[in-house]
């Protein structure tokens, strides 16, 4: 495995990546190899890391005449990532590959001809029949198809740490908002400092659209992303009264942590519950927390928030060869075994064979094939990009002020500038 220049540098600060980008050469110092295959991504660490690795192993033997480059820029649902790619695409300098969420994200890239179109490829490799009819019909956009998922996630799950909820007399799962604040009540009272661990900007927005689910259900959910359902509707306030009073059972320095950070306050008993997307069983299992559990957030009942991670092919790719053989690997059934396995997810292939998973993943593939499919903004597949960013400032700001009017009217005006009736 390599280790893109780029990346390195931008692991250590973005800002210094954009210097580094902008020459637009190849830098790697190996005179531009076509052999190599620079995946771009932001699985940097943890059991994000261990799960691209494990593609990468099938990688590296499917796909013996290229070598893999490691394009990672770390940070939680790409927050630093997306900034250099955008920066990179813009100078005409793609990665040979990135990884981009299924759904309206990938419009962003298509609809701004930065892709190309992998419909053939599906054909060639068997990717047209492999893949359920719902997920390919998500993935077409006049005909064609632009990406390879290699997974699905779950959004909406709520992880806890059991030794801390059991030393605050919590034994049952809360299904109900109510019995999920008298939870947090419960550890608030026995001490612990923050009941519920929230992290930065996306994490705050997943946490919302999690309340949004409960209050509105998922019908009307899936309605605020297309229009049909209105935000300036006294659900809507319902769903940010709730939203709020959850935020006050949260750790003050929420703005300031990434979803790993707030992970470690319910690793180390200093909270404890966190909703997060199912990343976290693989990353808690990759850090050996054994002592945690896992349900759907209170009141989403069978709602399953789903997302998905693709992989395409720029246009400019320096070696769009190899980049296809990367595809297919990630589209392949051996491919997506070796990577979901490790990430958490579970894979976007009907032909996977649920016991060769973890327990977790055993239970969100019976949970995706029983439950009710809503799309997540905070991960791409509900909103492109210029929404969710709209929507990552507003609740940040809300988490400053607490003010629940200035708050939906930012939402509203959010939702009428970027979605098109
Ligand atoms: C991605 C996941 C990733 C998570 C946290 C999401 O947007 O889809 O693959 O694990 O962000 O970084």
Known sequence: MKFSRRAAVAIVGVAALFGAAACGSDDDGDG???????????????????????????????CADYTFVNGAVAGGAGANAKQVLASRLQQGD????????????????????????????????????????????????DGKIYSVPANIHRANVVWANTKVLTEAGITEDATTLDQFIANLE????????????????????MLLEAVLITDLGPEKFTGLWDGSTDWSSADVTKGIEDYKTLLGYSNADRDTLDWTDAEKLVMDGKAGYQLMGDWE?????????????????????????????GFVLPKGAKNAEGTRCWLKTVGSAEGQKAFNTKKGSI??????????????????IADWKKGTQVPSCAHG?????????????????????????????????????????
């Open 32 to 62: 531009g190899n076509t052999k190599d295959v620079e995946v771009f991504t932001w699985w940097a660490d943890g059991g994000e890391k261990a799960g691209l690795d494990g593609l990468v192993s099938t990688f590296d033997t499917d």
């Open 381 to 421: 597949a509900a909103c492109a990009q210029g929404l969710q960013g709209a929507l990552n400032s507003a609740v940040g700001k809300f988490s400053t002020d607490l003010d629940v009017e200035t708050f939906q009217k930012a939402l509203v005006a959010a939702a009428s500038q970027f979605i098109k009736k």
């Open 281 to 309: 069983a693989a990353d808690l299992d990759t850090k050996g927390f054994k002592e945690y559990s896992y349900s759907a957030f209170p009141g989403n009942a069978t709602a399953f928030q789903w997302l998905a991670d």
């Open 347 to 364: 894979p976007a292939r009907t032909d996977a064979v649920a016991t060769d998973y973890p327990e977790y993943q055993q239970s969100a």
């Open 186 to 205: 419960a550890l608030k009272a026995k001490g612990v400092a923050a009941p519920l661990a929230v992290g930065k900007d996306w994490t705050q927005l």
């Open 94 to 141: 793609p990665p040979d590959t990135f990884q981009a969420h299924s759904g309206q994200e990938l419009t962003d890239y298509i609809n701004a001809g930065q892709i190309e179109d992998l419909s053939a490829d599906y054909k060639t490799w068997g990717l047209d029949t492999a893949f359920p009819q719902g997920l390919i019909d998500n993935l077409t956009v």
